[in-house]
């Protein structure tokens, strides 16, 4: 199995992440880390943060001469504006006197961590709520894609809605035409014009000119991303146990990204009001194709084991707690009526949570991959996903 840790807050000195279980032999590309690094950056509606950070993995142990040695892994990425921070985060050295926090926003972990913790300088909570811990995990992603592209799974994540802006129906059928596809899609919403990962410009431009609206307000947007991996082979997860069906650790983690308050997989939310007959996807059989769908309403899962189909997530975030115009709360110390705290944040982040939940997929893909092919090597996991594959032809 493939597990992984982080730590670091927002303002310290860097984020560190171990990832344990990777094989041995396994290529690490330092220049795919960073691409999806500065990927995550991207967006319109990033804070100024986004100006001051140019993040970058270093990698610390695990890897030697570009390969993975069997060790765990350590990647670190440094936080470019720990020296404005550096009197305040401090470790050893208290600071009491400057940027304190007892105005907790609504919508944030700040109240709830503050209780939990005991903590009346709600800071000691934001700190390590805030979503600048993505940064790091979108490079676990990254080692987990490079692992995937092994066997020659694929993951693309594109932005469907922002606010009351939608990408145009037509455009969704058309992303499962296959790879090249996806990448002139991919292509196009990385484009400086349209930052929105949205493969859609008309709907790019109007969000663009929402999210100028909403910043002008001191107020923040949401929406909706999808996930997709294709050459997905059949019989990852598994329907055993609960803790081993594959859409639910999906799922798990599309969550735990901030601000995420609802996934989807496949058709989900439509399907339930909806006749089994308009649900479920039909199987057909051929020589040359083998069993396969015509449909994919169920998203690449079925029984918590995928199916051979496309893998379909879709993820649903909320606006952003932190608004220039803020709401209305208490004083944690005082007790009396307060307005919420203000830190520096975006208006609307929905682009760069996309690039964070395909690296999330990505981990968990991988674990499952490491699950059902196994090998202390990447040459072992990749024997063992042939073989596999030549049992499947004979089914």
Avoid at 23 to 47: E, H, M, V, W
Avoid at 340 to 362: I, K, Q
Wanted: glycine share 10%.
């Amino acid at each position: 199995m493939i597990r992984y840790f982080t730590g670091g807050e927002s303002h310290g000195k860097g984020l560190i992440a171990i990832i344990e279980g990777l094989p041995a032999d396994l290529f690490i590309d330092p220049s795919i880390i960073n691409s999806c690094l500065s990927k995550r950056q991207t967006g319109y509606g990033r804070g100024n943060r986004m100006s001051i950070e140019k993040d970058h993995v270093d990698i610390l142990s695990g890897v030697r001469g570009g390969y993975t040695i069997g060790s765990p892994v350590t990647l670190y990425v440094e936080n470019k504006d720990w020296q404005n921070w550096e009197d305040v985060m401090d470790p050893i050295h208290k600071n009491t006197s400057r940027r304190v926090v007892t105005m907790p926003r609504p919508g944030h972990a700040d109240l709830s961590g503050g209780i939990k913790y005991d903590h009346h300088d709600l800071r000691n909570v934001l700190e390590r709520s805030s979503a600048r811990e993505t940064a790091v995990r979108t490079a676990v992603g990254a080692v987990a894609k490079l692992l995937l592209s092994n066997i020659s799974i694929e993951l693309y994540s594109y932005v469907v809605s922002l606010g009351t802006v939608r990408i145009k129906p037509d455009v969704l059928p058309m992303i499962t035409l296959g790879n090249s596809y996806l990448r002139k899609l991919s292509r196009i919403a990385a484009s400086d014009a349209y930052q929105m990962n949205m493969p859609d410009t008309a709907a790019s431009k109007r969000a663009m000119k929402i999210i100028e609206d909403t910043k002008k307000r001191g107020n923040t947007l949401g929406g909706v991303f999808e996930v997709r991996a294709v050459n997905v082979p059949v019989g990852l997860g598994s329907y055993s146990q609960w803790d081993r069906k594959l859409d639910g650790r999906l799922a798990g983690a599309l969550m735990s990204i901030q601000a995420i308050k609802g996934v989807e997989i496949g058709d989900g939310v439509a399907n339930a009001g909806r006749y089994g007959s308009e649900v479920h996807d039909e199987i057909f059989y051929s020589a040359k194709k083998g069993f396969y769908r015509k449909t994919n309403r169920a998203g690449g899962i079925e029984g918590g084991v995928t199916n051979g189909e496309e893998i379909i997530l879709r993820a649903y975030m909320k606006p952003i707690s932190t608004l220039y115009s803020p709401l209305h709360s208490v004083d944690v110390v005082r007790k009396s009526p307060a307005r919420a705290a203000v830190e520096r944040s975006d208006v609307c982040a929905v682009a760069a949570a996309s690039v964070v939940g395909e690296a999330v997929t990505a981990i968990e893909l991988a674990n499952a991959v490491m699950e059902k092919f196994g090998g202390d090597t990447i040459n072992d996991l990749k024997n063992n996903y042939n073989y596999y594959i030549s049992r499947i032809k004979k089914y």
